[in-house]
């Protein structure tokens, strides 16, 4: 079997490998996408059933196509998501395959380009863009054994509270997913314990625009690096019954129960950090903060938005938080689930070229890699904030795209003056 060519392979067809296509195609560079599922997979079958989009419509989109027929205002449920990008692949042509995998990529010795093994055969590439985003492998951490006779399930494995056995969950993670999950399972009826680490938690909505919105304007989501000592801290903002801000205090007042950072397990007896009225309390700093920031916005600019001041309160300290659990017996609490909503690491193992650290996160400049045709793109912070989003993702597709075609310019002159020596 002959080995297929192109200038530009991309791997991963999810928003990322189609936000990467449509610039390249643009630009008139050769290109394939290579999905290993279905177009937008782990949208369909890694998340929730009742998970929606965390940002509007009017938001959380590529620029040339709307969401149709919904509501610009209103969140997209997951699987309107996933057919989202079926019909943007379809609106730009996209050369994708699917049902692909590909297993390995090796640098070519003596010339240029990369030789790619595939599921159905090898490929030769001069580019190959690594777009598989930042959740490939779930994180389920080494903390509860296998002889606490509990089940243990990470979020993306999740689906809906019937799946789980009967009796109480413990949720580990207060990001966008572990408070949802969290709280559907607390509205179908099940005892729900939240393990609550360091957090910012924005409005929902202030003086009648979604925090997406604030972000905008206020110069968030163009933040081109965490501030130092943020690493771990996460966000926790729902886009659930029609959207709302998440408030710990709420949920504990309407009967969960709030416990600090789970930190170890021994004879079924799970223990925590003294942390969490500390965590609420920042969480709380942060979104007043914002609040103080939309408002000094609006004065500077004259803007007419209503006031909102009942935005600006916040409930009484429930007893959870006031006097917090330090251990928990998991038996004698009857949790029969511990639910981990703690995030994912990156697998490139099939990517076999040198560009990586030895803990296995690539080195990289806004998505350009240290190693000369190879590119990353999906990646949270790849060039700022709003990198691993779906509108993020476009931007920084342009850019990798952009260079990706400066490189051939060169390549280009490169040959034409080679030509011209040889006359």
């Known amino acids: ?18 936000a990467m296509s449509e610039h390249l195609g643009k630009a008139g560079i050769p290109h394939l996408v290579l999905e290993r599922s279905r177009i937008a997979e782990r949208w369909r079958s890694e998340r929730w059933d009742s ?26 449920p997951k699987e309107q998501v996933a057919d989202y990008f079926v019909a943007y692949a379809d609106q730009i042509d996209a050369p994708i395959r699917c049902g692909v995998e590909v297993k390995q990529v090796l640098r070519n010795e003596g010339r240029p380009g990369f030789r790619v093994e595939t599921s159905e055969g090898v490929i030769e590439a001069r580019n190959v863009v690594a777009a598989t985003g930042p959740f490939q492998q779930p994180i389920i951490p080494d903390v509860i054994p296998e002889q ?3 089940t243990q399930i990470h979020s993306s494995a999740y689906r809906n509270p019937d799946q789980l056995p009967e ?52 110069g968030k989501w163009d933040a081109a690096a965490l501030a130092p000592g943020l690493e771990h801290v996460t966000i926790s903002v729902s886009g659930a019954d029609g959207g709302h801000t998440i408030d710990f205090r709420r949920l504990a007042h309407q009967g969960m129960i709030l416990v600090g950072r789970t930190e170890s397990c021994n004879d079924g007896v799970v223990t ?8 609420i309390e920042r969480g709380d700093a942060n979104y007043l903060s914002m ?22 309160r916040i409930e009484a300290e429930p007893d959870c938080v006031a006097h917090p659990l330090h251990a928990l017996n998991l038996a004698e609490a009857g949790i029969t689930t511990i639910l981990w909503a703690t995030g994912f690491s990156l697998d490139y193992s099939w990517l076999q070229v040198d560009t990586f650290e030895q803990s296995g996160k690539p080195i990289h400049q806004r998505g350009v890699s240290a190693e000369p045709g190879v590119y990353f793109l ?38 034409s003056a080679m030509r011209k020596a040889a006359e």
Not at 394 to 413: N, S
Request: charged residues 20%; hydrophobic residues 40%.
């Open 291 to 312: 609040l103080d920031e939309a408002d000094a916005y609006i004065a500077r600019n004259g803007l007419d938005l209503p006031e909102d001041p009942d935005t600006r």
């Open 378 to 415: 999906g990646l949270p912070w790849q060039s700022r904030r709003g990198s691993s989003f779906i509108w993020g993702v476009w931007h920084d597709a342009r850019f990798v795209a952009d260079h990706i075609v400066t490189q051939a310019k060169y390549l280009e002159y490169n040959a």
């Open 272 to 279: 925590f950090g003294s942390d969490l009225a500390a965590n």
């Open 1 to 18: 079997m002959p080995t297929e060519t192109t200038d530009t392979l991309v791997v991963g067809g999810g928003q990322a490998g189609l």
């Open 167 to 218: 009796g109480a969950v413990l949720v580990v993670g207060a990001g966008s997913s572990g408070v949802q999950i969290a709280d559907e399972l607390l509205q179908a009826g099940k005892r729900v314990y939240l393990s609550v680490g360091p957090h910012d938690r924005p409005p929902r909505a202030y003086r009648g625009r979604d925090f997406c919105w604030w972000l905008g304007v206020l």
């Open 148 to 150: 606490a006779g509990v």
């Open 51 to 76: 998970l929606v989009a965390n940002g509007p419509a009017w938001h959380d989109r590529f620029p040339g196509m709307e969401f149709a027929g919904l509501d610009p205002d209103a969140f997209a």
